[in-house]
């Protein structure tokens, strides 16, 4: 038997980081919002723990012990003392990888939801919810989808109301950036500045709950921006390139290095899409609408 979960992308509408904390991660207001660019994971039973990936970024996912959906059945196992997981996981992945979309986080909360249905262990939301915090910031976002206010380091969340629906256009780099890099990227850039506490914009709240895009675009704000266009100016590039072709807004996703364009409508969207594959300033670039819904079993 097999059990196949389905989950979303994400993009952070607001991302407030505050300093850093003595234990080395950031206090943040993190509005995460999960877009509909999917990776499906699929768990068989196996002899032993087993890691496959397909898709055009396949070859760079880790297929050991380190690949977060590993980790999940892992620690999922070890949670009902079910020892080394006899599992078969198989990421079949579109999200882009280390484009601060969160698809490792997606692939941890896929398996763990996977494996909890196929070995029937009934884990309450709530220790699902404590495991996700545990194997990552942004790995509870990807279990509950929606739209999402995160607090502490990103994993304390309040689902929040959207009121329609929002197409984007993210633009796909080549390579990554990694998340601790950029972090340590912003503190470089902080230094010796008062970091003010992050605090959650209302303005933003009320433009994802009337589904409005022109209040969404004037709401966004990314605080690794800086940081991301830091470690790769080219970025600059790409974000100017999509608001020519008439983006209403457009931002680093997360800590990058894909970019976020937000579209008056679909028509919109695409011609953004077209007009940014042109430019050359990209390496690919996808529409997807949101919000979409978190980890569900297929
Ligand atoms: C920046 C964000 C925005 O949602 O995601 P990405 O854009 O990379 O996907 C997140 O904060 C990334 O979350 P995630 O990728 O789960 O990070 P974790 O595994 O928990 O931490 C990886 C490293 O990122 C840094 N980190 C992460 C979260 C946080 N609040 N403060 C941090 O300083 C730390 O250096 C940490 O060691
Ligand atoms: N299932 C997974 N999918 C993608 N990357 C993974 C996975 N598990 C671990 N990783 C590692 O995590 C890094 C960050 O990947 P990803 O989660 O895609 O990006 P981001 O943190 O920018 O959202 C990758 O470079 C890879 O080494």
């Given at each position: 038997m097999s059990?196949?979960?389905r989950?979303p992308?994400?993009?952070?509408?607001?991302?407030a980081?505050?300093g850093?904390?003595p234990?080395?991660?950031h206090?943040?207001?993190n509005?995460?919002?999960?877009v509909g660019?999917?990776?499906?994971v699929?768990?068989t039973a196996s002899d032993?723990?087993?890691?496959?990936?397909?898709?055009?970024?396949?070859?760079q996912?880790?297929?050991?012990?380190?690949?977060?959906?590993?980790?999940?059945?892992i620690?999922?196992?070890?949670?009902h003392?079910?020892?080394?997981?006899?599992?078969?996981?198989?990421?079949?992945?579109?999200?882009p990888v280390?484009?601060g979309?969160?698809g490792g986080?997606?692939?941890a909360?896929g398996?763990?939801?996977?494996c909890d249905t196929?070995?029937?262990?009934e884990?309450?939301?709530e220790d699902?919810l404590?495991?996700?915090a545990?194997l990552?910031?942004?790995v509870?976002?990807s279990l509950v989808?929606?739209?999402?206010l995160?607090?502490?380091?990103?994993?304390?969340?309040?689902?929040?109301?959207v009121?329609?629906?929002?197409?984007w256009?993210?633009?796909?780099?080549?390579g990554g950036?990694?998340?601790?890099?950029v972090?340590a990227e912003?503190?470089?850039?902080?230094?010796?500045v008062a970091?003010p506490e992050?605090e959650p914009?209302?303005?933003?709240?009320e433009?994802?709950r009337?589904?409005?895009?022109?209040?969404?675009?004037?709401?966004?704000?990314?605080?690794?921006?800086?940081a991301a266009?830091?470690l790769?100016?080219?970025l600059a590039e790409?974000l100017?390139a999509?608001?020519?072709?008439g983006a209403l807004a457009?931002?680093v996703?997360?800590s990058?290095?894909?970019?976020a364009?937000?579209?008056?409508?679909?028509e919109?969207?695409?011609?953004v899409?077209?007009?940014?594959?042109?430019?050359?300033t990209?390496?690919?670039?996808?529409?997807?609408v949101?919000p979409?819904?978190g980890?569900t079993?297929?």
């Amino acid at each position: 038997m097999s059990v196949t979960v389905r989950v979303p992308a994400k993009v952070n509408v607001q991302l407030a980081v505050g300093g850093a904390r003595p234990d080395g991660f950031h206090d943040l207001a993190n509005v995460f919002l999960a877009v509909g660019l999917y990776d499906d994971v699929t768990v068989t039973a196996s002899d032993s723990l087993r890691l496959t990936c397909s898709g055009p970024d396949a070859d760079q996912v880790p297929l050991d012990r380190t690949n977060l959906a590993a980790r999940a059945a892992i620690a999922l196992a070890a949670r009902h003392g079910l020892g080394e997981p006899g599992v078969h996981i198989h990421i079949a992945k579109d999200i882009p990888v280390a484009g601060g979309m969160a698809g490792g986080s997606a692939d941890a909360a896929g398996a763990l939801l996977a494996c909890d249905t196929l070995w029937g262990t009934e884990t309450s939301r709530e220790d699902l919810l404590a495991i996700c915090a545990e194997l990552g910031s942004d790995v509870p976002f990807s279990l509950v989808g929606g739209a999402a206010l995160g607090r502490g380091r990103g994993e304390l969340l309040t689902p929040l109301e959207v009121g329609g629906t929002f197409h984007w256009v993210f633009a796909v780099a080549d390579g990554g950036l990694s998340t601790p890099a950029v972090y340590a990227e912003f503190d470089r850039l902080t230094e010796g500045v008062a970091v003010p506490e992050p605090e959650p914009s209302p303005a933003l709240f009320e433009a994802l709950r009337t589904g409005d895009p022109s209040a969404l675009a004037a709401a966004l704000a990314n605080d690794l921006q800086p940081a991301a266009l830091s470690l790769r100016p080219s970025l600059a590039e790409t974000l100017r390139a999509g608001t020519e072709a008439g983006a209403l807004a457009a931002l680093v996703s997360g800590s990058g290095p894909t970019t976020a364009f937000l579209a008056k409508d679909a028509e919109a969207a695409t011609a953004v899409a077209e007009a940014l594959i042109a430019s050359a300033t990209c390496r690919t670039a996808r529409v997807a609408v949101s919000p979409a819904p978190g980890a569900t079993v297929l």
